[in-house]
């Protein structure tokens, strides 16, 4: 896809100042090229499977025919991440191991290490289940930094917080606002209470405030200071095209669905402990490992 800049004075690109870093949701080079030259500038990225399979080359490949291999499709993205590395600032770029619900931590670890190297700025991402929790507790143990994600609970976000303590490094822990929405939930809650219980952290999770569908949600996610959001290019280039609004002491979110209440919970609990199980994290997999396969498959 070809991206073209209008309307956007250079003075009123870099002039907002920002508690959250803004990282571009996706998995093209040119897309975050783009989002950079409208803002001037771009954190971070955060990439995931699905992401991945709708990359202009992966899908050029794909519909003409050419067979990918799972190490091929590996290599595509290797080089989709090595050509945004260097695009973006000191949130890194997110890149997610390739797992279906029986994967094995130590599976996951394998790729996360490998993963790591491929470049100076990476996270990597596990799903937030048991085993991604434990490829995340060995991860952080050997210095390699790590975003776990599909995150639809509290619970969740405590097991986060009590399995990577001692990180070296910022945590980060994505909640899935949009995706609680389509539940009929205030997905923007969960952001909200995340925050509010890592306040009584020793401030080694970031809340990276995913999902996000709308200015509104982008809003909130500054409001309650979460230390960084990722949204798609198009949420970006309307919050450009809006004059990069920013949410004044008098924000009210509108609710969109149920609240979803807060929950008193001892951090210092073994991680374990924690309720981990969430349907909307395996339906997260199932959607990531589908879109993943859909490439091979077609391609064959
Ligand atoms: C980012 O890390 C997530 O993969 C992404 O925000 C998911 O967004 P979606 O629910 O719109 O697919």
Request: with cysteine; charged share 25%; glycine share 8%.
């Amino acid at each position: 896809m070809t991206y073209a800049l209008k309307n956007f004075p250079a003075t009123e690109k870099s002039s907002v100042r920002l508690i959250s870093k803004i990282l571009v949701d996706g998995g093209d080079a040119e897309e975050t090229r783009y989002v950079k030259d409208l803002l001037g500038f771009v954190d971070g990225q955060t990439t995931n499977p699905s992401l991945i399979a709708k990359n202009p080359e992966v899908k050029r490949l794909v519909s003409s025919g050419h067979s990918l291999t799972e190490e091929e499709e590996i290599a595509e993205y290797r080089k989709i991440v090595r050509a945004i590395s260097p695009l973006v600032g000191d949130a890194g770029i997110s890149i997610e191991v390739f797992a279906d619900l029986d994967t094995t931590a130590q599976q996951m670890l394998k790729q996360g290490r490998e993963m790591f190297a491929w470049i100076p700025n990476a996270y990597i991402k596990y799903p937030c289940t048991s085993e991604g929790l434990k490829a995340a507790q060995r991860s952080v143990a050997e210095g390699i930094r790590v975003n776990v994600t599909l995150c639809f609970s509290q619970q969740q976000a405590a097991a986060v917080y009590a399995a990577t303590k001692g990180a070296k490094t910022p945590v980060y822990v994505s909640p899935f606002v949009g995706r609680l929405d389509d539940t009929g939930q205030n997905g923007v809650d969960l952001v909200g209470n995340i925050k509010r219980m890592l306040a009584k952290g020793d401030g080694h999770v970031h809340v990276l405030a995913a999902s996000i569908r709308s200015i509104q949600h982008l809003l909130y996610a500054f409001h309650v200071k979460a230390e960084l959001v990722t949204a798609p290019a198009r949420i970006l280039e309307q919050w450009t095209k809006e004059g990069m609004p920013l949410p004044g002491d008098d924000f009210v979110y509108k609710a969109v669905g149920s609240e979803i209440l807060y929950q008193e919970l001892d951090l210092e609990q073994p991680w374990e402990r924690f309720k981990i199980q969430h349907a909307l994290t395996r339906k997260g997999i199932q959607k990531f490992v589908e879109d993943y396969r859909a490439t091979l498959r077609s391609a064959g």
